[in-house]
């Protein structure tokens, strides 16, 4: 008899339309910088809700100066009330946990953490649920595939060739769950220097170009390294919000649309 399909099991979340993955093998290369304008940018048009998936070391609510605040319970449906900035609704166990607290769980309490942010929170009517995973491709990734229908992932990763092992890792790991990949975002794929304005290079370029290709991946934006991208996640306001005007912000907005464009 073959053995159970785990990813049978997926059920959608009434109200929710499209559910985006946001990931990358390598930590530190800016999925939550990313996940955090993304989703500022797909809500300029759109109705959108950021979770964060990462248990262990979650980000959102200080990038969305949000940090200390308690989602409420509503009484009648027993259901977590995200809480809400700019007009994004979100959840992290960052608000339900001190920051600095290690959350030591395993296996089935992650899964049980996961199913709760999924199902248990208030999330409406959304057009895109942007979920914020940690790096690597462990249990909470595959949690995620199993629990719901993901619409697709965007692997995000820095240009040098040391984050494409990872990469290569992660797009394996979304082929065999059956998540489409929406594109990859290569973050800090340079800079403008100050002296002459001409772009840098800030890490050798790789091979990840010709990896992409050579899987059909299509690159769905190139963010410049910008100090500022990270002085505003800092103080909570987002660089799409502090300086909407800018290239980076310019360069998020883009990758909403052609978001917008794979997943109407
Ligand atoms: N384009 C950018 N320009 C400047 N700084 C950036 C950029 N993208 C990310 N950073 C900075 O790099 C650091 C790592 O970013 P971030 O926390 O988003 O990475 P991550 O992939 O979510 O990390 P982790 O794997 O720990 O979850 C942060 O200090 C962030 O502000
Ligand atoms: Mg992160």
Redesign the pocket.
């Known amino acids: 008899m073959a053995a159970p399909n785990p990813f049978e099991k997926q059920t959608p979340i009434p109200g929710v339309k499209h559910i985006i993955a946001v990931s990358?093998g390598k930590?530190?290369?800016?999925?939550?910088?990313?996940a955090t304008n993304l989703a500022m940018a797909l809500g300029r048009k759109s109705k959108v809700g950021l979770l964060d998936a990462?248990i262990y070391?979650p980000?959102i609510p200080r990038m969305l100066g949000t940090l200390g605040q308690k989602p409420q319970i509503n009484p009648e449906t027993n259901q977590l009330e995200p809480v809400t900035r700019y007009g994004i609704k979100l959840m992290s166990i960052g608000f339900l946990v001190e920051e600095g607290a290690a959350v030591v769980w395993r296996g089935p309490m992650l899964f049980k953490a996961m199913d709760q942010f999924l199902r248990d929170v208030n999330w409406g009517e959304l057009d895109y649920l942007v979920i914020?995973l940690?790096?690597g491709t462990g249990d909470i990734q595959l949690t995620l595939a199993q629990k719901v229908p993901v619409a697709g992932a965007v692997v995000?990763s820095t240009p040098q060739n040391v984050a494409l092992i990872d990469v290569k890792k992660a797009v394996d790991m979304f082929e065999r769950v059956n998540v489409p990949l929406l594109g990859m975002i290569e973050?800090?794929a340079y800079m403008i220097n100050p002296a002459n304005g001409e772009k840098m290079q800030l890490f050798p370029k790789g091979e990840m170009d010709s990896y992409a290709q050579s899987k059909g991946i299509k690159k769905i934006g190139e963010?410049?390294?910008?100090?500022s991208?990270?002085l505003a996640?800092?103080a909570g306001i987002p660089i799409v919000e502090a300086n909407s005007n800018g290239a980076?912000a310019q360069e998020f907005m883009k990758i909403a649309d052609r978001i917008r464009e794979i997943l109407p």
């Open positions: 990358s930590g530190g290369v800016g999925k939550s910088t990313v990462d070391g980000s914020d940690p790096p995000v973050n800090m963010v410049p390294f910008n100090p991208v990270g996640c800092e980076e």
